[in-house]
Structures are given as structure tokens and as C-alpha cells.
């Protein structure tokens, strides 16, 4: 059964076939994009169905299991799997795709080009979220970058190539790293079994059995690359340059999906392959996500960008969602996957929401903004509501999230968890500043968006756009009232990935 597969090559398939088609039907190219990111997301939400119905776990054999012999003198075999964590992952992935593809109808350059990269760049996302053999998540993780690159610096903003460049200068020498780290891993288990492999459920035993030291080296060449992709303070210089840069659409995709691939190898390789060096460098990394916490939330409160703004906010919510990871326990990583879910879909919605105002008024500095709710009342309140969520409101997604995350934390060391509460306070701050900024006070009566204002040309979320954001909104309420359905997900797979840690990090 090749149903991961088909999730994986669909959207590149429909990339590659977008290419043939002539570039003067832009309506057709669009809606031939949406219809390949629809089948892909009712093809996931079919596998999680599925899922439910076996209770698959993680690292056990199940019906969904790939794996065709593909080098087999270096053991390199083309192999994928799935668990709970990576199906919530592949359904969110979907998900944004077809969401960020919708709301990329305006654009009207290149088009036939830029819905073509959306669908690789989809199409390596579910790569890196289904491979089980370390080679093929390598090549995916590598073509993930391609069309990142691409739809970063040829429909950006005007440093669109600075911007660029820093992204794949950061994220390939994070990338070399993890590569020579695959490279090494293979050999010492060749030493250990006289076999060559890089499929990570036969690593998992001989990793483990590895010298202190080595394990030390082997996690941290992994974790450079997922450090940066996360990203962890100091690596995160990236971000606010290609989040500010990016079309909101892809800015909405790279912070909702892309930036989970970091927390996800973290997850499932670096963790359950190096459990002794997890352990000796976990106050390390929890003291880089508490930093990346707090020093993000400051950062975001002085912002005058409002994507910048938001970009360090989802570097400060990714913090928590590190900080519980490393917690070891299962409250902790069950609630940082749940996070990981819930920003995704809330940080999606904001920058969405801020495109459309960028496109009514060509500006995204706060101070020039004032008085909208009056003009926008729609907008307004979908605005509210993504925004209540992204502070943790209790009732909507975001809370639950974090009070499991958090829940985890205190159980392993309770300095970590009062730090890590006390982001609340900028988050809360810095949101409503975002929010009561923008639609609340005086309108603003000089200005791009003055001028709109008084011509009346400034016009409330159109029907196309709510509908564009409406499911995010949605789960929004569900997952903030009814997160039970995904930690029951999470329930199945997270105490088999604790096990391969050892009852000693089972709390």
C-alpha cells in the first residue's frame, strides 16, 4: 500500500504538470493548484481516519509502512512511516497548503512558477514528516529549501534577495552539519554490527550503546540543523528578515508548517537516537528556549512591523514548545506537539490577516494605523479572535497547548516553568498592542492609510478572504474547547518514544 507515498509525489506531480500548462490561464493554473492542495488535505484527513481506527504506534509495524530496497550496500532504503505525531504534522501541512494557495489567488506574477513551488514546497515538508530512513529525510529536507528559496526571493519584498541568501546560508551550514552527523551514525554502527544503515529503527539500538562523548557530537551535528529551522536563540537572526520579506501567503506556510520540521527532528531523531546526550544537554537546551522565550517576547514588544512583530512572537511560542519537549516527560512533549498544532494554525491566521491589510494599504508600520474596527467591523473581529488565541486566552486553542506544555515543565523543574509562565505577561502585551494599535483609538487621517480612510476606498474582509481563513478560525474553537481528539493521537505514539529514552525519563 503506497498511500504515504501518494501523499508525498501528488503535490510534485501537480507542480510539475502546473509547468505544461500555458501561462496566460492564470484562473486555470490556480484552481488546478487548489485542487491538487484540496485532494492532498482530504487525502490526510482519509489517513487519519485510518490511523484511528488501526491505533498505529510509533516504531511498531503497521499497515502504512514503506520500505523498498534502494541502496542496499549502504543501507540506504527508500522507507516511511507515520505515527501520531507526524500525522498531526502531515494534516496541518495540508491543511496550510490549500489554505496559503487560496489566499495566493491575487497574485498575479509569475503564477503558473509560484503555484508550482508551493506544491514542492508542500511535497517536501511531507517528506521530512514520513521518512524513517535518514538519507531520504535528508533529500527531503534539502528539497524543502528549493522552493522556499525560490518563493522567498522572487515574489518577496524589496530585500527579498538579502533575505534570501541569509536563509539558505543559515540553513544550509545547519544542514552540512546534520549530513556529515548521518554519515557518522552509519559508520559506527557499521563498527557495532558490520552492516552499513541509515534506517532509523535499526540506528535506535546501536545509537544508544555509543560512547557519552560521541553521542554528545552526533546530537549536537543533528541539532544545528533543526536549531536553525526551530529556531533557537542566537540562530534566529533569519527569521524576522524572511518572515517580513516573504509574500504573507508563504510567510503564513514557512511559520505554520516549515518552522515545525525543526521541533519534529528534535522529536524524532536527535532525542530518541541520543537519549544520554539528551539528558546531559537538556539544561542547555531548555535554558536556549527560555532565552528564545523571554528575549523574543521583549523583542516583539518593540517592534514597528507588524510581520516582524509576529515573527518574534512565534520564535518566543516555539520557546515553550522546545521547553517542554525538553521536560522528557509525557505531559510536556504530548503538550508541545498540541502546540506545535495550535500555533501553526493560529500564527498562519495573523499573517494572512496582516496581507490583507498590507494589500488595501501598502504599509505594515503600526504607528500608521488607527481606528479600522469602526471602517472593518469583520475584520476586526476575525483579527480578535486570532489574536486572543495567539496570547492564550482560555477557551480557544493556544491555552491548552501551553497549560499541558507547562504542566510537563513544572514536573521536571519549576524554575523552568515559573520562567516559562511568565511570558504571559509580554504576550499579552504585545498582542493587544498589535490589535488595539491597528483597530481601535482616533482614525488615522494622514498617511497611506489616512488617505484610504477618507476616500473610502479601505474596505472590510471580502468573502473570499473570510472563507480563505475561516477553518483556522474554526479550530481555533474546536481545539480551544475539545482538545481531547489530538492528545488522544499523541497518547498512542509519545509513551512508545518515551520508552526508547528509558524509565528514567518517563515521569
Known amino acids: 500500500m503506497f498511500y504515504l507515498s501518494s501523499l508525498i509525489f501528488l503535490p510534485l506531480l501537480g507542480g510539475i504538470a502546473l509547468l505544461f500548462l500555458p501561462k496566460d490561464r492564470g484562473p486555470l493554473i490556480r484552481w488546478a493548484a487548489l485542487g491538487v492542495a484540496a485532494i492532498e488535505l482530504i487525502l490526510s484527513l482519509v489517513l487519519a481516519l485510518l490511523y484511528v481506527e488501526s491505533t498505529i504506534s510509533i516504531f511498531s509495524s503497521s499497515q502504512f509502512r514503506e520500505n523498498i530496497t534502494w541502496i542496499s550496500s549502504l543501507g540506504i532504503n527508500y522507507s516511511l512511516d507515520i505515527d501520531g505525531v507526524s500525522l498531526l504534522l502531515v494534516v496541518l501541512t495540508t491543511l496550510l497548503t490549500a489554505i496559503?494557495?487560496?489566499?495566493?489567488?491575487?497574485?498575479?506574477?509569475?503564477?503558473?512558477?509560484?503555484?508550482a513551488f508551493m506544491l514542492l514546497f508542500e511535497s517536501g515538508m511531507l517528506g521530512v514528516f514520513l521518512s524513517s530512513n535518514l538519507f531520504l529525510f535528508y533529500i527531503f529536507w534539502e528539497v524543502m529549501l528549493i522552493p522556499a528559496y525560490f518563493l522567498l526571493g522572487s515574489w518577496g519584498g524589496p530585500r527579498r534577495i538579502y533575505a534570501a541568501f541569509k536563509f539558505v546560508i543559515y540553513t544550509s551550514v545547519g544542514s552540512f552539519l546534520m549530513?556529515?552527523?548521518?554519515?557518522?551514525?552509519?559508520y559506527y554502527h557499521q563498527q557495532a554490527t558490520g552492516s552499513y544503515t541509515l534506517d532509523i529503527n535499526a540506528l535506535l539500538t546501536t545509537a544508544k550503546t555509543l560512547d557519552p562523548t560521541v553521542q554528545i557530537w552526533l546530537f549536537l551535528a543533528f541539532a544545528a540543523a533543526f536549531a536553525v529551522k526551530v529556531p533557537f536563540v542566537p540562530f534566529h537572526s533569519w527569521l524576522p528578515d524572511a518572515y517580513s520579506e516573504a509574500p504573507a501567503a508563504v510567510t503564513a506556510l514557512l511559520a505554520g508548517a516549515m518552522s515545525k520540521t525543526g521541533a519534529y527532528g528534535f522529536l524524532r531523531l536527535c532525542i530518541p537516537l541520543f537519549p544520554q546526550a539528551a539528558q546531559?544537554?537538556?539544561?542547555?537546551?531548555?535554558?536556549?528556549?527560555?532565552?528564545?522565550?523571554?528575549?523574543?517576547?521583549?523583542?516583539?514588544?518593540?517592534?514597528?512591523?507588524?510581520?516582524?512583530?509576529?515573527?518574534?512572537?512565534?520564535?518566543?511560542?516555539?520557546?515553550?514548545?522546545?521547553l517542554g519537549m525538553f521536560s522528557f516527560t509525557s505531559q510536556g512533549v504530548e503538550g508541545s506537539v498540541l502546540q506545535m498544532v495550535n500555533h501553526g494554525i493560529t500564527i498562519a491566521a495573523l499573517f494572512l490577516l496582516v496581507g490583507y491589510l498590507e494589500q488595501r494599504t501598502g504599509t505594515r508600520r503600526i504607528n500608521e494605523f488607527g481606528g479600522l474596527a469602526s471602517r472593518a467591523p469583520w475584520l476586526a473581529t476575525v483579527m480578535l479572535i486570532a489574536a486572543l488565541s495567539s496570547l492564550g486566552?482560555?477557551?480557544?486553542?493556544?491555552?491548552?497547548?501551553?497549560?499541558?506544555?507547562?504542566?510537563?515543565?513544572?514536573?521536571?523543574?519549576?524554575?523552568?516553568?515559573?520562567?516559562?509562565?511568565?511570558?504571559?505577561?509580554?504576550?499579552?502585551?504585545?498582542?493587544?498592542?498589535?490589535?488595539?494599535?491597528?483597530?481601535?483609538?482616533?482614525?488615522?487621517?494622514?498617511?497611506?492609510?489616512?488617505n484610504s480612510l477618507r476616500k473610502g476606498t479601505f474596505k472590510d474582509i471580502s468573502f473570499g478572504e473570510f472563507w480563505t481563513?475561516?477553518?483556522?478560525?474554526?479550530?481555533?474553537?474546536?481545539?480551544?474547547?475539545?482538545?481531547?481528539?489530538?492528545?488522544?493521537?499523541?497518547?498512542?505514539?509519545?509513551?512508545?518514544?518515551?520508552?526508547?529514552?528509558?524509565?528514567a525519563f518517563i515521569r
Not at 297 to 302: F, G, H, I, K, N
Not at 477 to 498: R, T
Open 100 to 115: 496559503c494557495i487560496a489566499a495566493s489567488f491575487g497574485n498575479e506574477r509569475k503564477v503558473k512558477n509560484y503555484m
Open 280 to 322: 546531559t544537554l537538556a539544561p542547555v537546551f531548555s535554558i536556549l528556549a527560555l532565552v528564545g522565550i523571554l528575549y523574543c517576547a521583549l523583542m516583539a514588544l518593540v517592534q514597528t512591523d507588524l510581520k516582524r512583530l509576529l515573527g518574534y512572537s512565534s520564535i518566543s511560542h516555539l520557546g515553550v514548545v522546545m
Open 393 to 450: 486566552l482560555p477557551g480557544l486553542n493556544s491555552f491548552a497547548g501551553e497549560f499541558i506544555t507547562l504542566l510537563g515543565v513544572f514536573r521536571t523543574n519549576i524554575a523552568y516553568g515559573v520562567l516559562g509562565t511568565i511570558v504571559v505577561v509580554p504576550a499579552a502585551w504585545y498582542m493587544l498592542r498589535f490589535f488595539l494599535t491597528i483597530m481601535s483609538g482616533p482614525r488615522q487621517t494622514e498617511g497611506v492609510v489616512g
Open 179 to 186: 549530513l556529515a552527523g548521518i554519515i557518522a551514525l552509519g
Open 469 to 503: 481563513v475561516a477553518p483556522l478560525l474554526a479550530l481555533i474553537f474546536v481545539f480551544g474547547v475539545l482538545p481531547a481528539p489530538l492528545i488522544w493521537v499523541l497518547e498512542q505514539s509519545v509513551p512508545n518514544l518515551l520508552a526508547t529514552l528509558g524509565n
